[in-house]
């Protein structure tokens, strides 16, 4: 791969990471700062029912991402360091979406299913329907896979032929 190349797809890399962090943390705040609702935070306290883990998850991977964007910009990290965490941060919001849509929304994690924001319809469907429905019927949530499987692939290649990347720092580990 030559340095022209290279650098377009770690500038389109870079673009579909900062789209994910702007998805995560544009749906993540407005949601968590109803957790600082004092009436919100009785409720949780006083009741069985669990609030919605995913709006403090979204803000704090959703500031993680833009971190990781501004150290690796910086030359805080190598280009491998940069590569193989913005991979892991990417399947970590993969992998996490399907288990939470097709485990019943905190059934799995917390035995009832999670109330509060953005709970409470459950998917009778299977794994495929279940995530097909989504990407289908949510453009947000579209988006954002789209993006976060791209940037994968675009990590994966750039690791393998980022002329900027050690030889013993490419891909395959």
């Not at 035995?111 to 459950?122: D, P, R, S, Y």
């Amino acid at each position: 791969m030559d340095r022209f190349l290279s650098r377009a797809l770690r500038l389109l890399a870079a673009q579909l990471v900062v789209l994910t962090a702007v998805i995560h943390l544009s749906w993540g705040l407005p949601r968590a700062a109803v957790y600082l609702d004092p009436a919100a935070l009785e409720l949780y306290l006083s009741t069985s029912a669990f609030p919605d883990p995913r709006p403090v998850l979204f803000v704090l991977s959703g500031s993680a991402v833009a971190v990781g964007l501004v150290a690796a910009w910086r030359g805080y990290l190598s280009m491998a360091q940069a590569y193989r965490l913005g991979i892991a941060m990417m399947a970590v919001y993969v992998v996490g979406w399907v288990v939470w849509h097709t485990t019943g929304h905190g059934q799995l994690l917390f035995g009832e299913a999670v109330t509060g924001v953005g709970g409470g319809h459950q998917h009778q469907a299977g794994l495929v329907a279940t995530i097909v429905d989504h990407i289908v019927t949510l453009p947000l949530e579209a988006a954002s896979k789209s993006a976060e499987v791209g940037a994968i692939a675009l990590f994966l290649a750039l690791l393998r032929g980022d002329p900027d990347v050690a030889d013993d720092d490419r891909f395959p580990w």
